[in-house]
């Protein structure tokens, strides 16, 4: 018998032992409650205007069985009209499956003398023992009417005939309704305008209600622009309501040098170990005054070059200045053609330069040398023909 109230006991424990993991598991897992009933809507409370309806979708979802829920309504104000709408028919109950939504809109018409001010009611739906209630609060005000203004830091950007001009433009809507605007501009000729929002190219864009939009307008000449002043206005334009906008490219003058011949030929003769003076030109096409120039070049190796004047102080807009090179070819240069470049280089623009062809001709002594000989040649030819013909 002793035994066998033993074999109980160890059963006991063992039986308690091999359980116990078991019940601390569902100890420590609590089951989740399935949700019961929900009614909501994105934006349960919103600002509407004195003459304005309202639809808000509200959505209805369950995790328990199949049924139909009850819709109805609370605390509407007095004067107001709230229906609950599903497929265009006015509704009073709508059916919800587990998982899944079921959509019902609420429709909200204020009296047509409504007062500005807060108005608060309820959405309740209720189904088998459970039930959902959705506050609705909506303010009532004298809506802003649709307003576009635009504005600007830096209306007026200074550059050069070939610069694109870039502003940063602020677009605001001060009106109380969204709106799709419409961008355009007035222009000089030659000048291209593009508008920009974010990098991308636009036309028109979409500004929201009390909202602003920032736009980069970009003016970019299609050919250089002289010196002065081009307003360029801009148009913001949504239906009839519209806004300019006045601003100012300031181009300023650019000195552009030219370096040329008087005759237009770019190529010269010249002899070897001897200089040889030739004429250059040096003209300012830009719409500034070109200063500081150094008159320089590039010629081949052993040729010596240098300019009178190798300074220039300052040359006008349209005008040009005549500058003589010295070339003095290699003494043994070989005759033929051989390239020279003459720089012209402004303090504050561009360096200009023009290629010169130079041909090394043959110097004439040694020809006339020839000829000298060959005449005291033929002289003593023929004084000894004449002395000893005679015998």
Not at 64 to 74: A, G, N, V
Request: glycine content about 8%; aromatic content about 6%.
């Amino acid at each position: 018998m002793r035994k066998f109230f033993s074999f109980l006991l160890l059963l006991s424990f063992t039986l308690l032992a091999i359980g116990a993991p078991g019940i601390a598991l569902a100890q420590d897992t609590p089951a989740v409650a399935p949700i019961q009933l929900s009614l909501y809507t994105a934006y349960p409370s919103q600002v509407i205007g004195l003459d304005e309806t309202l639809s808000l979708p509200l959505k209805l979802h369950t995790d328990t069985t199949p049924q139909i829920i009850k819709l109805e309504t609370d605390d509407v104000p007095e004067g107001w009209t709230v229906t609950l709408r599903g497929a265009n028919r006015i509704v009073g109950s709508a059916y919800v499956q587990p998982g899944t939504e079921s959509s019902v809109d609420l429709k909200i018409e204020p009296p047509a003398d409504v007062a500005s001010g807060d108005y608060q009611f309820s959405v309740i739906a209720k189904g088998k023992d459970i039930e959902s209630v959705l506050p609705i609060e909506l303010t009532v005000k004298e809506r802003v009417p649709a307003r576009l203004a635009m504005s600007i830091d830096l209306p007026t950007k200074r550059g050069k005939p070939d610069s694109t001009f870039t502003y940063d433009v602020s677009l605001v809507n001060e009106g109380d309704e969204d709106l799709q605007v419409s961008l355009t501009g007035d222009t000089p000729d030659a000048v291209q305008l593009t508008f920009k929002l974010n990098g991308q190219e636009i036309e028109e864009l979409p500004v929201a209600a009390n909202a602003t939009q920032r736009i980069s307008v970009e003016a970019k000449p299609l050919s250089d622009l002289q010196a002065g002043n081009y307003p360029i206005t801009l148009h913001a334009l949504a239906g009839d309501i519209k806004a300019d906008l006045n601003l100012t490219a300031e181009v300023v003058g650019q000195p552009t040098l030219t370096v040329s011949a008087p005759d237009g030929r770019l190529s010269a003769d010249a002899y070897a170990g001897r200089d040889t003076p030739l004429k250059v030109i040096v003209e300012n096409t830009g719409t500034a005054p070109a200063r500081g120039i150094e008159i320089s070049g590039s010629q081949p190796n052993g040729w010596a070059l240098d300019f009178t004047p190798a300074q220039i102080d300052e040359i006008d807009p349209g005008q040009q200045v005549e500058v003589t090179a010295n070339v003095h070819p290699a003494d043994k240069a070989v005759a033929g053609d051989y390239m020279m470049t003459v720089r012209a280089k402004p303090a504050d623009a561009t360096t200009k330069s023009a290629d010169y062809r130079i041909t090394v001709r043959t110097t004439t002594m040694w020809g006339i040398t020839g000829v000298g000989i060959i005449a005291a040649a033929v002289m003593v030819v023929g004084l000894s023909v004449m002395r000893f013909g005679r015998r």
